[in-house]
Structures are given as structure tokens and as C-alpha cells.
């Protein structure tokens, strides 16, 4: 059964700093992963989504790399602003569509000002 | 830009009665969703629905829970007879294929009393 970790639970920087958030997972026969945001009491935002096969994805300040055999992911942000802070959660997509997503438990971010 | 929508956004039932939450995927997609966030929990996968029919189901969704696409736009969770533990934010996705980044609506608070 996969089961997704997130470590650290919670992380506070100051603005303009790099955030390195960490995903692990235990079965590495995964479809693809995603990252996604979500914003106190609302829905999950869809950052990026990387494949099985890319080792790297990246959209504006954001830069997500996996690496399979070893069963980690990493998002990176670069030169956080305080409208960063949230929770980031990581997902590994199986299952018989590839499409059944295993959560893992957030970092909550806060950047200060 | 499309959105997945879910109403309502928050709802209160009493242990017992039914409920039916309903969900407009973005129109193009094919794959749809049913996840669930119990309070301070992860993000669970409930049901994915490709083509009219379940393509697969957690543990969760026992016979309690059923889904539906009634017609061509709408998607919907039948709960038949609410616990107290079905309490939850419960989020519908959708994605254009299976493999593909699913896009998440803002989720609707069930409360059961």
C-alpha cells in the first residue's frame, strides 16, 4: 500500500528565501505526482504535475524534480513572497488508470514579511 | 479560465438521512473524482468515474456511497445514510484523461449531527 510522507509538517522562512519542500513514497511504481496548494478552509490548486519518466518540471518560480528509485520528490520555490504561505501537498498517482491519487500530509508554509 | 464547481458548499444533516452532493467537472474532461479531507487528516481518494462507470474505489466507499453522472454536466455523491465519521470536506476532480493533472473544486464541508 503507498503511503505518501511530507517532513517537515510545518516550515517558516523569511520573504526572498528558497522554500525546499520534501515528498517521499514507498512504491515506487507510481504513474506521476503532483503538487498542489491549498489556502486555509478551500480547495486543492494544482501546481504541477510531473511524470514518471521527467526527472524535472518547472513553471515560473517553481521547479519540481522526482526521482523514482529512491522514492522522493522536491519542490522548490524560489524567492518566496509572503503570498506563498500555505499548505503544499504532494501526490502519487496509481492505480489501474494511474489516476488514483495517495496524499501525503502537507507542509504548512508561512514566509514572513 | 475552466473551474470544477461543487454546491453546496457547506452542508448540515442530521445521522441517518441521505445526502447528494453534487459537482460540474470541466466540460472536456473525462475522468472524474470524489476525494475526502477529514478534519486535520489527509486527502483520501474515494471513487474515480470514466465512461458512465466506476473505474475504481477506496476501501471507504462501501455501499453506503454511490455516484452518478445524471446527465452532462453534473456529478454526484450519494451518501445514503450519514455516520457521524462522514463528516468531511468532501472535494470533487476531474481530468481530461486518466493519466493526465486532476483539477480540484473548493470542496463542500458535510457536517452530520
Known amino acids: 500500500k503507498q503511503e505518501v510522507t511530507q517532513i517537515p509538517a510545518a516550515l517558516s522562512v523569511p520573504e526572498g528565501e528558497n522554500l525546499v519542500l520534501n515528498c517521499s513514497f514507498t512504491?515506487?511504481?507510481?504513474?506521476?505526482l503532483q503538487w498542489f496548494r491549498q489556502d486555509p478552509g478551500k480547495g486543492l490548486t494544482s501546481l504541477l504535475l510531473i511524470q514518471s519518466s521527467q526527472r524535472e518540471q518547472t513553471s515560473g518560480r517553481l521547479n519540481a524534480s522526482l526521482d523514482k528509485s529512491s522514492g522522493r520528490s522536491t519542490l522548490y520555490i524560489a524567492a518566496s513572497q509572503p503570498g506563498d504561505s500555505a499548505t503544499y501537498l504532494c501526490a502519487a498517482a496509481q492505480g489501474a488508470a494511474g489516476n488514483k491519487l495517495t496524499f501525503g500530509g502537507g507542509t504548512r508554509v508561512l514566509v514572513k514579511p | 479560465e475552466p473551474e470544477v464547481t461543487q454546491t453546496p458548499s457547506h452542508q448540515v444533516t442530521q445521522m441517518g438521512q441521505e445526502v447528494i452532493l453534487r459537482c460540474v467537472p470541466i466540460?472536456?474532461?473525462?475522468?472524474f473524482y470524489w476525494y475526502r479531507q477529514i478534519l486535520g487528516q489527509k486527502v483520501e481518494f474515494l471513487v474515480s468515474?470514466?465512461?458512465?462507470?466506476?473505474?475504481?474505489k477506496s476501501e471507504i466507499f462501501d455501499d453506503q456511497f454511490s455516484v452518478e453522472r445524471p446527465d452532462g454536466s453534473n456529478f454526484t455523491l450519494k451518501i445514503r445514510s450519514t455516520k457521524l465519521e462522514d463528516s468531511a470536506m468532501y472535494f470533487c476532480?476531474?481530468?481530461?484523461?486518466?493519466?493526465?493533472?486532476?483539477?480540484f473544486g473548493p470542496g463542500t464541508r458535510l457536517t452530520v449531527t
Open positions: 468515474f470514466y465512461n458512465n462507470e466506476i473505474s475504481e
Open positions: 512504491d515506487s511504481a507510481i504513474y506521476n
Open positions: 476532480a476531474s481530468s481530461e484523461q486518466g493519466i493526465n493533472e486532476q483539477y
Open positions: 466540460s472536456n474532461h473525462l475522468y
